[in-house]
Nanobody, 129 residues
Framework: EGRLVESGGGSVQSRGSLTLSCTAS????????MAWFRQKPGEEREEVGC????????HYSASVTARFRIPQDSAKNTLYLQMNDLKPEDTAIYYC??????????????????????WGQGTQVTVSS
């Protein structure tokens, strides 16, 4: 059974930076592509972005595309979320998730969320003004 563990959350001031990590175990990392989601207080969980199995294709939501980056270290089975120029509206619980790529490279998608097989427990990010 796959397991994802996020770390790196915390509190930061507006315009600061933070990097989250997501370490995977219990499945073949290279067969799944990865994504980040977040859930703001009182709202539904929303996409942040995803990365394909090769690491060459990424998709970002419009609200973060100029500020966030999603690298991964496949040798360490670890996904990252590099967040820069953080804003109070980025305050949320951040989740990583894994979806079987079915052998397809150069593609990732964050919808539907139900297609993701494994989810982390979430890590809180709080941005103060």
């Amino acid at each position: 059974e796959g397991r994802l563990v996020e770390s790196g959350g915390g509190s930061v001031q507006s315009r600061g930076s933070l990097t989250l990590s997501c370490t995977a175990s219990g499945y073949t990392y290279s067969e799944y592509y990865m994504a980040w989601f977040r859930q703001k207080p009182g709202e539904e969980r929303e996409e942040v972005g995803c990365i394909d199995t090769s690491g060459r294709y990424r998709h970002y939501s419009a609200s973060v595309t100029a500020r966030f980056r999603i690298p991964q270290d496949s040798a360490k089975n670890t996904l990252y979320l590099q967040m820069n120029d953080l804003k109070p509206e980025d305050t949320a619980i951040y989740y990583c998730a894994a979806r079987h790529a079915r052998g397809i490279r150069g593609y990732c998608a964050t919808q539907p969320q139900t297609a993701f097989a494994f989810w982390g427990q979430g890590t809180q990010v709080t941005v103060s003004s």
